[in-house]
């Protein structure tokens, strides 16, 4: 399945059996290894509608989903960009995506015009093996560019945080090469 809206389909399959919509307010308090974390995100445990993600793409509502599926596997390790530049991002990624024979993803825009979210797809995965993958991710990138993203599903954050809004248009596709006999 695809997420589809008003700007056309974005190639990623998502949990769709409960979603996260935004607040103007803290709508829970969460203790997670001696911190505290107030999120406005609220979950409901509904199903997300092509309405609902319509309504989103055209930023009438803000909605997130959950990277951890309820099954506790990981279909995507995501790489949140909060940079300036999300073209010399890319293009300092994709090197690293390439040594690490990672060759299924996608790259999407965020609400905000130079972030983006790269998904990185794999076969479903425990969440402990998708954390651990994500931090060898992580410190990879780190050797070549300045931090500037965070790696969700993240051992770091409580489940209530390992969301992510929905993406808004496509940037880039990288699929597997096929080869043809």
């Known amino acids: 399945m695809q997420i589809s809206g008003s700007n056309g389909t974005v190639p990623i399959d998502i949990c769709r059996d409960h979603y996260w ?104 995965m425990p969440l402990q093996d998708a954390v651990q993958l994500g931090k060898i991710i992580s410190k990879k990138l780190e050797e070549k560019l300045d931090k500037t993203w965070r790696i969700y599903p993240s051992d770091t954050l409580p489940e209530d945080y390992n969301i992510l809004n929905l993406p808004y248009n496509t940037f880039v596709v990288h699929k597997p090469k096929t080869r043809t006999v």
């Open 21 to 124: 919509i935004k607040r103007d307010f803290i709508v829970k308090q969460i203790a997670f290894e001696n911190r505290t974390f107030f999120s406005k995100y609220e979950r409901l445990n509904e199903k997300l509608s092509d309405e609902l993600i319509s309504k989103h793409q055209l930023q009438n509502v803000t909605i997130a989903h959950s990277l951890i599926w309820p099954d506790g596997y990981v279909r995507y390790i995501a790489i949140d960009y909060n940079g300036e530049e999300k073209e010399k991002f890319y293009h300092r990624l994709k090197p690293v995506l390439e040594e690490m024979r990672i060759d299924d993803y996608v790259l999407l825009d965020s609400k905000t015009e130079k972030h983006m979210h790269v998904y990185l797809h794999y076969k479903p």
